[in-house]
């Protein structure tokens, strides 16, 4: 056995060896090769004028300096309704965080800050997420339980969530598949993270408190473009209420991803639905690559026999240039050097593209000990920071053998303890495959070690409020209430023959009831007005900003103007541009500006033989449809907003007969 | 016999007996809106007889109505334990002894099924289960004396805490913290103070404002500093420990006699009005503001006076307030009478000749101000000389509470008119102070620039 560790080469080979594929390449059997499995928790804010359990104004947000008053908080676990303690409070209890609140008094009260109990829960927010269960196909309850949800990571400054389930066992249709609904809740939005430095974290309070509601799919989605598809079905199904937020953050999705063998690991906070499929793909793979490294460890050593040592460096025995290593000697860090048996060749493993094991590491040790990166160096890098001579020395003290690799830290003192155990956690978690974690996305498709997974161990029921009733009546009164089925609307539209490419704008800015009532009250075909918002309307949206007067109502006078002028809707095209920036101006002045002037097919019609006379002056091939094209552009102006502009063509092709 | 059916009354009650399905028991349910499955929790006895409560897989609690019931069926059973990890509290040799007497209130509480809110629950076996910071600072042992909501505390109450206290003493313990409801944390102060005087050893009330069932109490906090207090600080007196600032900074030690209560649901709650506290404690000890205090001793010469007249009650002033208000004090057979009085200590004159009538039956009336900070000054307006003509005694700067409290005591130990006016004058403990420093009224009004200014850099 070679005894040198080629960190970029062995990143390649274990990349291949576990048979990693490029997303774009991916087929479904290379899914179904690794058993993956995923689900969603979608989460969506509510369109309400106030907060959750308070009267603060919703949707106001301030920015990181904007504030007027700051507080203190730190969190200690507390114990669970059935009696025990969750894994990812005791985590978090280890770092020992002090959590700043910024607070506005524009968006915040004393409720925010945790010293005002709730008030009564907001009815607008409750009717909202009843009428989106509803849609979802839920059982919905008989009576509304407010939860405690414990998140420790001070997110929110009680400690816990506010939440409640409104129903359950839903379901949803996508095109070629029937996918399950776990639950439905109601729930308080948490603070924006402003930073998180060393053992201080700040976070802001505009969004806390915001209602919220999370739709949790059962875990049986097989590849990330079901994930993808499932994803926006619920942003479409939520937005077809028109109830809710849109714009940045208003949406995001918990991807909870595994693969065979695998555990749950749940991707936080994805703010794009895009990113689904490469952070999906890339978590899948990434389990499997743990789990190769699992296979790797136990056939060289068992878990019983496994022991790590540590010790001590003496930064005056060792000639450190790499600065972080320098600056302990003044800043009195201490630096610890850790020995992995039988770790060689998995520090440098594969896990995701551009990450391998030891990063794993290293992002532990800045959450967890809360030091900061550049927080290790170790035996498997490409740049190695150390002196050989150095190591060497490192490795006669550890009194290391060929098949193991090492880790040296540094730190304050009073973190080292921590540090050391983080380290040695997580190579003994290699044992038993993967861990149980939240992960932070990257919009590269990579992800980052975020907190320890936590389980239902974490509820309690919130002892400040009373229990919820919803009656028969209420909830068939919203039953009565609801727009129609997100696949019914694909399924007109399909219908209607619009191309598919047209659905996503409609769906996703709930176009849908507009089309329909342009369609009803003024007669037009469903499918060319479906096309008219899915590839005009949306052309426009890309590449303008509207007045701020502009809106759908706007584009409903506009059809309506088009057919009691009896006008053709080929001119819908030429008025949008002028509409979307002048939103106030009349119609017929429109018109005029477009110079456009009232005529017959007859009249339209008139001139051809004059055009195709000229045209055979001027022509280069004696091609009869080039002479069409020729003519059809000398009439095409004249003809919108009169005519089909198929039957102008008709007409001229026959007479060039 | 173990109720199978915790909380559960009415048509709900009959619902689980006629599908026989007991509380804590795995429960599936078909409904009118849908399929159901989870534990059938208890119900809390105030809510009503239309629902069943449900904890689903996922942790969450739903409620199902009876009446969509179609059917149900127990598939398992598993009773729950709620119950805070007890560990043997360590012993270390060199600490401080303290005493902790537990009475119950938010800083030793946990989910009450019965009425769905928060209990007392108190051992000291649970306080090192959650709080194992205090083994760092002090030998602990507790003592459960009642189990009560801190509006439940009374005469009773103080005077059993009394008399345990002296007892501690006696028996060489260096410091004392009582654990106790927050809502009249400042009644049992007062108290205490008045009934246990010449203390060898600091006597630290604590409580907290979010109950130790959540992450973010301000429990843990609070009894570090008391046990820092109690087992280390050189202050021998009866003293409030909780929260200087909102944040999780630093505490302040009040004395007794002038600390307050001062809104319904902030963590810093309490303020020491007229004065200054008595002093910061932090987790690194003791840093004294008032230069003025009982130092810590060696001996055990401790004073417990453990009396209290039940018949005396505080009358708050409103514009309008009629005679028979007072008359029917004096018919109830009430001793002693404290007035809230406006401004510098008035009421309006169609109670006087109640008052007066009072004051001749024998009832003890002494006048205090609602506006909290400040003195009686009954000669500057003619209102005020009437009012002492007529046999009503001013109290200076005593807080109503203290003065309540205080009259209670006194009245406890005699019935004659000099006297009791002697007690009530004579400060136990700063219940009246000779001066207010200026210092000892700052209310500051938000939206004003320097105010604000102050509040973002300074106030946590």
Same mark, same amino acid.
């Given at each position: 056995?070679?005894?040198?560790?080629?960190?970029? &080469?062995?990143?390649?080979?274990?990349?291949?060896?576990?048979?990693?594929?490029?997303?774009?390449?991916?087929?479904?059997?290379?899914?179904?090769?690794?058993?993956?499995?995923?689900?969603?928790?979608?989460? &969506?804010?509510?369109?309400?004028?106030?907060?959750?359990?308070?009267?603060? =104004?919703?949707? *106001?947000?301030?920015?990181?300096?904007?504030?007027?008053?700051?507080? /203190?908080?730190?969190?200690?676990?507390?114990?669970?309704?059935?009696? #025990?303690?969750?894994?990812?409070?005791?985590?978090?209890?280890?770092?020992?965080?002090?959590?700043?609140?910024?607070?506005?008094?524009?968006?915040?009260?004393?409720?925010?800050?945790?010293?005002?109990?709730?008030?009564?829960?907001?009815?607008?927010?409750?009717?909202?997420?009843?009428?989106?269960?509803?849609?979802?196909?839920?059982?919905?309850?008989?009576?509304?339980?407010?939860?405690?949800?414990?998140?420790?990571?001070?997110?929110?400054?009680?400690?816990?969530?506010?939440?409640?389930?409104?129903?359950?066992?839903?379901?949803?249709?996508?095109?070629?598949?029937?996918?399950?609904?776990?639950?439905?809740?109601?729930?308080?939005?948490?603070?924006?993270? %402003?930073?998180?430095?060393?053992?201080?974290?700040?976070?802001?309070?505009?969004?806390?408190?915001?209602?919220?509601?999370?739709?949790?799919?059962?875990?049986?989605?097989?590849?990330?473009?079901?994930?993808?598809?499932?994803?926006?079905?619920?942003?479409?199904?939520?937005?077809?209420?028109?109830?809710?937020?849109?714009?940045?953050?208003?949406?995001?999705?918990?991807?909870?991803?595994?693969?065979?063998?695998?555990?749950?690991?749940?991707?936080?906070?994805?703010?794009?639905?895009?990113?689904? =499929?490469?952070?999906?793909?890339?978590?899948?793979?990434?389990?499997?690559?743990?789990?190769? %490294?699992?296979?790797?460890?136990?056939?060289?050593?068992?878990?019983?026999?496994?022991?790590?040592?540590?010790?001590?460096?003496?930064?005056?025995?060792?000639?450190?240039?790499?600065?972080?290593?320098?600056?302990?000697?003044?800043?009195?860090?201490?630096?610890?050097?850790?020995?992995?048996?039988?770790?060689?060749?998995?520090?440098?493993?594969?896990?995701?593209?551009?990450?391998?094991?030891?990063?794993?590491?290293?992002?532990?040790?800045?959450?967890?000990?809360?030091?900061?990166?550049?927080?290790?160096?170790?035996?498997?890098?490409?740049?190695?920071?150390?002196?050989?001579?150095? +190591?060497?020395?490192?490795?006669?003290?550890?009194?290391?053998?060929?098949?193991?690799?090492?880790?040296?830290?540094?730190?304050?003192?009073?973190?080292?303890?921590?540090?050391?155990?983080?380290? *040695?956690?997580?190579?003994?978690?290699?044992?038993?495959?993967?861990?149980? !974690?939240?992960?932070?996305?990257?919009?590269?498709?990579?992800?980052? +070690?975020?907190?320890?997974?936590?389980?239902?161990?974490?509820?309690?029921?919130?002892?400040?409020?009373?229990?919820?009733?919803?009656?028969?009546?209420?909830?068939?009164?919203?039953?009565?209430?609801?727009?129609?089925?997100?696949?019914?609307?694909?399924?007109?539209?399909?219908?209607?023959?619009? =191309?598919?490419?047209?659905?996503?704008?409609?769906?996703?800015?709930?176009?849908?009831?507009?089309?329909?009532?342009?369609? !009803?009250?003024?007669?037009?075909?469903?499918?060319?007005?479906?096309?008219?918002? #899915?590839?005009?309307?949306?052309?426009?949206?890309?590449?303008?900003?509207?007045?701020?007067?502009?809106?759908?109502?706007?584009?409903?006078?506009?059809?309506?103007?088009?057919?009691?002028?009896?006008?053709?809707?080929?001119?819908?095209?030429?008025?949008?541009?002028?509409?979307?920036?002048?939103?106030?101006?009349?119609?017929?002045?429109?018109?005029?500006?477009?110079?456009?002037?009232?005529?017959?097919?007859?009249?339209?019609?008139? =001139?051809?033989?004059?055009?195709?006379?000229?045209?055979?002056?001027?022509?280069?091939?004696?091609?009869?449809?080039?002479?069409?094209?020729?003519?059809?552009?000398?009439?095409?102006?004249?003809?919108?907003?009169?005519?089909?502009?198929?039957?102008?063509?008709?007409? /001229?092709?026959?007479?060039?007969? | 016999?173990?109720?199978?059916?915790?909380?559960?009354?009415?048509?709900?009650?009959?619902?689980?007996?006629?599908?026989?399905?007991?509380?804590?028991?795995?429960?599936?349910?078909?409904?009118?809106?849908?399929?159901?499955?989870?534990?059938?929790?208890?119900?809390?006895?105030?809510?009503?007889?239309?629902?069943?409560?449900?904890?689903?897989?996922?942790?969450?609690?739903?409620?199902?109505?009876?009446?969509?019931?179609?059917?149900?069926?127990?598939?398992?059973?598993?009773?729950?334990?709620?119950?805070?990890?007890?560990?043997?509290?360590?012993?270390?040799?060199?600490?401080?002894?303290?005493?902790?007497?537990?009475?119950?209130?938010?800083?030793?509480?946990?989910?009450?099924?019965?009425?769905?809110?928060?209990?007392?629950?108190?051992?000291?076996? !649970?306080?090192?289960?959650?709080?194992?910071?205090?083994?760092?600072?002090?030998?602990?042992?507790?003592?459960?004396?009642?189990?009560? +909501?801190?509006?439940?505390?009374?005469?009773?109450?103080?005077?059993?805490?009394?008399?345990?206290?002296?007892?501690?003493?006696?028996?060489?313990?260096?410091?004392?913290?009582?654990?106790?409801?927050?809502?009249?944390?400042?009644?049992?102060?007062?108290?205490?103070?008045? $009934?246990?005087?010449?203390?060898?050893?600091?006597? *630290?009330?604590?409580?907290?404002?979010? @109950?130790?069932?959540?992450?973010?109490?301000?429990?843990?906090?609070?009894? $570090?500093?008391?046990?820092?207090?109690?087992?280390?600080?050189?202050?021998?007196?009866?003293?409030?420990? $909780?929260?200087?600032?909102?944040?999780?900074?630093?505490?302040?030690?009040?004395?007794?006699?002038?600390?307050?209560?001062?809104? @319904?649901?902030?963590?810093?709650?309490?303020?020491?009005?007229?004065?200054?506290?008595?002093?910061?404690?932090?987790?690194?000890?003791?840093?004294?503001?008032?230069?003025?205090?009982?130092?810590?001793?060696?001996?055990?010469?401790?004073?417990?006076?453990?009396? +209290?007249?039940?018949?005396?009650?505080?009358?708050?002033?409103?514009?309008?307030? &009629?005679?028979?208000?007072?008359?029917?004090?004096?018919?109830?057979?009430?001793?002693?009478?404290? %007035?809230?009085?406006?401004?510098?200590?008035?009421?309006?004159?169609?109670?006087?000749?109640?008052?007066?009538?009072?004051?001749?039956?024998?009832?003890?009336?002494?006048?205090? *101000?609602?506006?909290?900070? #400040?003195?009686?000054?009954?000669?500057?307006?003619?209102?005020?000389?009437?009012?002492?003509?007529? #046999?009503?005694?001013?109290?200076?700067? $005593?807080?109503?509470?203290?003065?309540? %409290?205080?009259?209670?005591?006194?009245?406890?130990?005699?019935?004659?008119?000099?006297?009791?006016?002697?007690?009530?004058?004579?400060?136990?403990?700063?219940?009246?102070?000779?001066?207010?420093?200026?210092?000892?009224?700052?209310?500051? &009004?938000?939206?004003?620039?320097?105010?604000?200014?102050?509040?973002?850099?300074?106030?946590?």
């Amino acid at each position: 056995m070679s005894t040198k560790i080629t960190p970029k &080469q062995n990143y390649e080979l274990t990349r291949q060896q576990i048979g990693y594929v490029d997303r774009r390449l991916a087929t479904p059997e290379d899914y179904r090769r690794i058993g993956f499995k995923s689900g969603l928790e979608v989460h &969506q804010q509510l369109a309400t004028k106030e907060k959750l359990f308070c009267h603060c =104004p919703c949707g *106001v947000f301030q920015k990181n300096g904007d504030y007027d008053a700051e507080v /203190i908080r730190h969190m200690r676990p507390a114990m669970s309704e059935l009696g #025990g303690y969750d894994g990812t409070a005791l985590m978090e209890f280890k770092t020992r965080k002090n959590i700043i609140y910024r607070i506005n008094n524009e968006t915040a009260c004393t409720y925010e800050v945790d010293d005002t109990p709730p008030f009564k829960i907001n009815p607008e927010a409750l009717e909202i997420a009843l009428k989106i269960s509803l849609l979802s196909k839920l059982n919905v309850v008989g009576e509304v339980h407010i939860t405690r949800k414990q998140y420790l990571d001070g997110s929110i400054p009680t400690g816990f969530q506010r939440t409640a389930i409104l129903g359950v066992n839903g379901h949803i249709q996508l095109r070629n598949k029937k996918v399950n609904l776990i639950q439905l809740s109601i729930e308080e939005d948490s603070c924006r993270e %402003i930073a998180d430095v060393g053992h201080e974290r700040w976070y802001k309070t505009d969004r806390l408190g915001m209602p919220l509601i999370e739709t949790v799919t059962a875990p049986e989605l097989v590849t990330p473009d079901e994930l993808r598809e499932t994803a926006e079905y619920i942003r479409f199904l939520n937005r077809s209420t028109g109830l809710v937020r849109t714009g940045m953050g208003a949406g995001r999705e918990d991807v909870n991803v595994s693969c065979r063998g695998g555990s749950r690991v749940e991707i936080k906070g994805v703010a794009h639905n895009k990113w689904i =499929p490469e952070l999906s793909h890339n978590e899948a793979f990434r389990q499997w690559a743990l789990l190769h %490294i699992r296979k790797l460890l136990l056939e060289r050593t068992k878990k019983e026999k496994w022991q790590v040592n540590h010790m001590e460096l003496d930064p005056h025995e060792f000639k450190f240039t790499y600065l972080p290593l320098v600056e302990c000697k003044e800043k009195q860090h201490k630096i610890i050097a850790i020995n992995i048996p039988e770790f060689k060749g998995f520090l440098s493993h594969f896990t995701q593209p551009d990450q391998v094991f030891a990063d794993e590491i290293s992002q532990r040790l800045k959450v967890i000990a809360c030091i900061e990166k550049p927080n290790m160096v170790h035996s498997e890098q490409e740049d190695l920071t150390i002196s050989d001579h150095d +190591f060497a020395t490192i490795r006669t003290h550890l009194n290391t053998n060929n098949n193991d690799a090492q880790i040296i830290i540094w730190g304050p003192e009073e973190d080292m303890e921590t540090a050391i155990e983080t380290v *040695v956690e997580r190579c003994e978690m290699i044992f038993d495959g993967v861990p149980n !974690e939240t992960r932070k996305s990257f919009p590269d498709g990579t992800t980052i +070690f975020e907190r320890v997974l936590p389980g239902a161990d974490r509820m309690y029921p919130d002892t400040d409020s009373c229990p919820i009733p919803l009656s028969n009546e209420y909830i068939e009164k919203l039953g009565k209430d609801l727009p129609q089925d997100i696949s019914e609307r694909i399924e007109l539209l399909s219908k209607w023959a619009v =191309p598919a490419d047209a659905f996503h704008f409609i769906l996703s800015k709930n176009i849908f009831p507009i089309i329909e009532e342009i369609c !009803e009250r003024f007669k037009f075909d469903p499918k060319r007005v479906a096309i008219f918002f #899915g590839h005009t309307y949306k052309n426009i949206v890309g590449k303008q900003k509207a007045h701020n007067d502009f809106n759908y109502r706007k584009l409903i006078g506009l059809f309506k103007f088009i057919r009691e002028k009896g006008l053709h809707i080929n001119i819908a095209k030429y008025l949008l541009p002028i509409l979307f920036q002048h939103p106030s101006m009349e119609f017929n002045s429109m018109l005029t500006a477009l110079k456009f002037k009232k005529r017959s097919l007859d009249e339209l019609a008139a =001139p051809i033989d004059f055009l195709a006379e000229k045209y055979r002056d001027i022509r280069k091939t004696d091609d009869k449809e080039e002479a069409a094209n020729w003519i059809m552009g000398q009439l095409h102006k004249q003809a919108i907003g009169n005519i089909e502009l198929r039957d102008l063509r008709e007409i /001229i092709d026959k007479r060039l007969q | 016999m173990e109720d199978l059916f915790q909380g559960y009354k009415g048509d709900a009650l009959e619902t689980l007996k006629k599908y026989n399905v007991r509380v804590w028991g795995k429960t599936h349910i078909v409904t009118t809106r849908g399929e159901f499955d989870g534990t059938i929790l208890p119900r809390a006895e105030n809510d009503d007889d239309q629902h069943i409560v449900l904890k689903i897989d996922t942790g969450y609690n739903i409620g199902i109505n009876i009446t969509t019931i179609k059917e149900m069926k127990e598939t398992g059973y598993k009773k729950a334990n709620y119950k805070v990890p007890e560990k043997e509290f360590p012993y270390t040799e060199g600490q401080p002894k303290v005493k902790l007497f537990g009475t119950g209130g938010t800083i030793a509480s946990r989910l009450d099924y019965r009425t769905g809110a928060v209990i007392p629950a108190f051992s000291p076996g !649970e306080l090192y289960g959650s709080v194992p910071e205090l083994a760092d600072i002090c030998n602990l042992t507790t003592e459960k004396v009642f189990a009560v +909501f801190s509006e439940n505390m009374g005469p009773q109450q103080y005077i059993s805490l009394a008399i345990a206290i002296g007892k501690e003493i006696e028996n060489g313990v260096d410091g004392i913290i009582i654990a106790h409801g927050t809502d009249t944390l400042h009644h049992t102060a007062a108290a205490l103070t008045y $009934m246990v005087q010449n203390l060898p050893v600091p006597v *630290v009330l604590v409580g907290s404002q979010r @109950s130790s069932d959540r992450p973010s109490s301000d429990a843990a906090l609070n009894l $570090m500093h008391s046990a820092i207090a109690a087992g280390h600080g050189d202050i021998a007196e009866v003293m409030v420990c $909780m929260f200087g600032p909102t944040s999780d900074e630093y505490g302040f030690l009040h004395r007794g006699t002038r600390v307050r209560k001062m809104h @319904s649901s902030y963590r810093s709650t309490f303020r020491t009005l007229g004065d200054t506290p008595l002093a910061t404690v932090t987790r690194k000890g003791v840093k004294a503001i008032k230069k003025r205090y009982n130092h810590r001793r060696k001996d055990k010469d401790v004073k417990i006076l453990p009396y +209290f007249e039940e018949k005396v009650t505080i009358v708050y002033y409103y514009p309008n307030m &009629q005679p028979d208000v007072i008359d029917a004090l004096v018919d109830c057979g009430y001793k002693g009478i404290i %007035i809230a009085g406006t401004g510098l200590g008035h009421v309006n004159k169609p109670v006087y000749p109640a008052l007066k009538r009072a004051v001749e039956k024998g009832v003890h009336i002494f006048m205090t *101000v609602q506006t909290l900070w #400040g003195y009686t000054h009954m000669f500057v307006y003619d209102t005020g000389r009437d009012l002492m003509a007529m #046999g009503v005694v001013p109290l200076d700067n $005593m807080l109503p509470e203290a003065a309540y %409290i205080k009259l209670g005591w006194a009245l406890g130990q005699t019935n004659d008119r000099q006297e009791v006016i002697d007690i009530m004058e004579t400060p136990i403990n700063d219940e009246t102070t000779k001066r207010e420093p200026y210092n000892g009224y700052l209310l500051y &009004q938000g939206g004003v620039p320097e105010v604000e200014q102050f509040v973002k850099n300074f106030r946590k």
